[in-house]
Every structure is written in structure tokens, then in C-alpha cells.
């Protein structure tokens, strides 16, 4: 038989732009298809072609619907691919609303840099547009939790719960390979132990290999329980000194897990009430599929008790959720204090760099970072203390006071990876994925540690034999 074999494209050496490619004597089967998120010059380097033929996928599984994970889907399925996408309910529900808002930002994004660039003749091409990814979107295929399914002949697969964003799986898959049966287990990104929306994850029994992020490898979080209270603290010295709270959030489970916050908050009276603005159409769409969702059992117990009590865990008095440019524009003529939440969570794109642009020089406002920042982002320069930035190739002094709350992660710490890679027992080896070097480094040694010992880190388009 030929040999089974995994190669790594994107999120090896770094933290965006996941895609793994499977190849079995059936055919290949791509594991996510994610956009690279970073400096513009390395985005269109990375996101513009692919290492392998599109139309040599024969299926596409998807771990959950973050751009970083599915954002290179319209381009794949443009380019030639022809396969099933498989993914979970909510996953294909929320992918729809990713993919279609990622389309239109790039289009947006493009037309603007253009225009202010006009003069210069320097332009920039959206990497795809709204039929694309309608086209990609036409190939999924919604698949139920530990429900076996077959994404090509021999191959069985099942989504197993990730504990990372609503609709996010594992994937398990069962192979032959020249060495016998075989599972490989794919963690996608991995849920926390403690988490404020989802269920955690549980290791299966049984895995040969395993496919594991390890974005914060060597890192530990804060514990959820003080996220309250330090996100009360800011609103409290933006009602002092009537601040703008500029909250650049991922659109797809950080918006809902700071609304829920902000939620318990003002029900509890912990903090002055303060205008809120979601202005992101596509957190608006993503907090609906949320409420709608919010009986699957990939919710936590206890949040699913407290949407219970509450009724809707997602809005209050002083919360109002913006769709149309205009009523994000009328932000800019308002006077502070305010939060304002808005995509995307590394500045890379859409409404929070006009946000960033009108409010950066102001030193009485306040941008709080409440994600991971991968290099070469406008994210992480802003958390690494540089006082010019160029938005929208424009310069601008960073006189806002640039805070981070590191309480906030859908990603496992060290210690959680630890705990689930010894709970699931690789027989015959640990591949670490989604992690910048350090961060891969410092896991291998704590694996090692607790004598796991067959541990590699990719480099990109790097190749093993499964057997």
C-alpha cells in the first residue's frame, strides 16, 4: 500500500494560519484551511497560494470556524477543491457568517487602502470575495458530535468536543497505515480547564498520534474568577476621566464571553453602568447563533444555569449592538465614557481600525487588548509599547494608555496541554502545531518532564510517515 502520511502548511513556527494535510492510500484530506494573520507583506506572501494542488483535496475537516482556522476556504474551493467540508452544526452555522464578513472586510479594506493610497499608486487586492466563499460554503456538509462519519474510503471520523468556541471540535480519525490502525487525534485549538462559556474538553482513549496546539506553551493564565474585577476597574477610570475603552475582539466567542461579564456586572452592581457598543456585524450575527445555541451541550453547566436565571445572558440596559457604518461612524462624534467592542481581536482588519485610528492619539482613552496578539500584528506592536503605528498605511501617535488582560484565553495554558496530552497517551508520537518557537520549546520540555518523550515541532511543509 503507499504510505499515510501528515505535512504541515501553515501554524508550524507560528500561531495563525492552520492547514495540515493528510495523505492515505484513499486520498487527502486537508485538516482546516486558515488565513495567516500578520504583517501585510507576510499575509499576502502566505495567504496567496497553496503548497499543494487544491485539487488534490479530496475532503476538508474543519476544527472550528475562526479565520485563522477556515479563512483560506473560499480560495481553496476557488482554486479547484471539490471535496465535502465537514464540520460541525454550529461550526457551519457560524463559518457562513465568518467567511461572508471576512469577504466583504478584505473588500472593504482593499477599497479603502486604495483610495487613501490614490496618490501614491499603491493598490491592494482582496485575496477573495463574497462568491467565493458562498462557493465554499455550498461543500459543507453539518456533522454531529461523536457521530462516525467517513471523509474517504477506510477512514473513520468522529468531532469531539474542543472546549474552545462554540461549535469547535476535535478531530478523530481512525486510518490505516502501513504499520496497521492507527488514530490520530487533531485538537484543533483546545478549550481551557476553566472556562466561562464552554464545556472542557475530555482526552479519548486510545490515540496513536497527536496533532496539539500549543499557542501558550511555557505560559500560565490568570485565573477566570478576577476578570470581573479588573474589567470593572477600567470602567471605572472611564467614568472618572470620561474615556473611550476601545475593545479590539475577536468577533466569535471573546465578544460574548466580556457582553456575559458585563452582563453579571451590572446585575450584580459591581461596576457603573457605562455605554456599550458591539460594533461588529459579524459579533452582532455570532451573539444570535449563541442565544440560539445556548442549550448545546458543548455549553458549560454553569453558564447554561445562569442564562437560565438571567434570561439573556447577552444584553442589558446600556448594551447596544451596531450593524450599519453610519451608527459605527456617530461613535466618533460621542463623547466618553464608553466601551466599545469591535473586531478584529489582533487590529488586522475591519470597523475597530477606524476606532483605532480617531482615538489612538487621545491619551485619556483606553485600547484593552483581551487576546493573544501574534507577531507582526498592529496587536502585538501596540502591546509591545511602540508609540507610532500605521493604520491604514498611515502613521499615528499612540498616546492612549495600551492595556492587556491576559485572564481572557479560549486556548489552553501550559498546564492544561500537559494534563490532556497525558490523559490521551500518545502511543507513537506528539506533533506541536499553532505555537511560536519559544512557546513549542517550553512544552516540549514539560512534556518531557512528565516523560513524554516523542515530541516534534514541525517547520513548515514538513513531512511524517504514520505507520
Avoid: W
Amino acid at each position: 500500500m503507499s504510505k499515510t502520511k501528515i505535512s504541515f502548511h501553515g501554524a508550524a513556527g507560528e500561531v495563525t494560519g492552520s492547514r495540515h494535510l493528510l495523505e492515505t492510500p484513499a486520498g487527502s484530506l486537508l485538516l482546516d484551511c486558515g488565513m495567516f494573520q500578520g504583517h501585510r507583506n507576510d499575509a499576502q506572501k502566505k495567504n496567496r497560494s497553496f503548497a499543494f494542488p487544491p485539487a488534490s483535496v479530496d475532503a476538508v475537516l474543519l476544527s472550528h470556524a475562526h479565520i485563522d482556522h477556515c479563512g483560506l476556504l473560499p480560495s481553496l474551493y476557488r482554486d479547484g477543491c471539490d471535496g465535502p467540508l465537514y464540520a460541525t452544526a454550529g461550526t457551519a452555522e457560524i463559518a457562513g457568517i465568518m467567511l461572508a464578513d471576512s469577504a466583504r472586510l478584505q473588500v472593504g479594506d482593499a477599497r479603502f487602502y486604495n483610495k487613501i493610497h490614490a496618490a501614491e499608486k499603491l493598490t491592494i487586492e482582496p485575496l477573495y470575495d463574497e462568491e467565493d466563499a458562498k462557493k465554499a460554503l455550498a461543500h459543507l456538509k453539518p456533522t454531529a458530535y461523536n457521530t462516525a462519519f467517513a471523509p474517504l474510503p477506510g477512514v473513520e471520523a468522529r468531532f469531539l468536543n474542543a472546549g474552545h468556541v462554540m461549535g469547535s471540535a476535535m478531530c478523530q480519525l481512525d486510518l490505516d497505515t502501513e504499520g496497521g490502525r492507527r488514530r490520530l487525534l487533531y485538537t484543533g485549538d483546545l478549550g481551557r480547564q476553566e472556562g466561562l462559556l464552554m464545556e472542557s474538553p475530555v482526552a479519548p482513549e486510545g490515540v496513536d498520534y497527536l496533532v496539539v496546539e500549543s499557542t501558550y506553551g511555557g505560559r500560565l493564565h490568570e485565573k477566570l474568577a478576577d476578570a470581573g474585577e479588573k474589567l470593572a476597574e477600567v470602567i471605572r477610570r472611564a467614568v472618572a476621566t470620561r474615556a473611550k475603552v476601545i475593545i479590539p475582539s475577536f468577533a466569535l466567542e471573546r465578544t460574548q464571553e466580556i457582553v456575559f461579564i458585563l452582563d453579571r456586572l451590572f446585575r450584580e452592581k459591581a461596576a457603573p453602568e457605562i455605554p456599550v457598543y458591539v460594533d461588529s456585524p459579524m459579533a452582532v450575527s455570532l451573539t444570535e447563533i449563541f442565544s440560539k445555541f445556548r442549550d448545546d451541550f458543548s455549553f458549560d453547566d454553569k453558564f447554561q444555569a445562569y442564562a437560565r436565571m438571567d434570561g439573556d445572558p447577552f444584553g442589558f440596559d446600556y448594551i447596544r449592538y451596531l450593524r450599519t457604518k453610519e451608527e459605527s461612524q456617530a461613535l466618533n462624534n460621542k463623547k466618553g465614557p464608553m466601551l466599545i467592542i469591535s473586531a478584529s481581536g489582533m487590529c488586522e482588519g475591519g470597523r475597530v481600525l477606524h476606532h483605532l485610528r480617531n482615538n489612538i492619539s487621545g491619551p485619556e482613552n483606553i485600547v484593552l487588548l483581551v487576546g493573544y496578539q501574534a507577531q507582526g500584528t498592529l496587536g502585538r506592536r501596540l502591546q509591545d509599547g511602540q508609540k507610532l503605528v500605521k493604520i491604514f498605511g498611515m502613521e499615528h501617535e499612540v498616546a492612549a494608555s495600551i492595556e492587556t488582560m491576559h485572564v481572557f484565553s479560549s486556548h489552553a495554558d501550559n498546564n492544561d496541554i500537559v494534563s490532556f496530552v497525558k490523559a490521551c497517551a500518545p502511543r507513537r508520537g506528539v506533533f506541536l502545531v499553532h505555537g511560536e518557537p519559544e512557546a513549542r520549546a517550553a512544552l516540549t520540555e514539560a512534556l518531557g518532564r512528565e516523560g513524554i518523550k516523542n515530541v516534534k515541532s514541525p517547520a513548515p511543509g514538513e513531512e511524517f510517515e504514520l505507520n
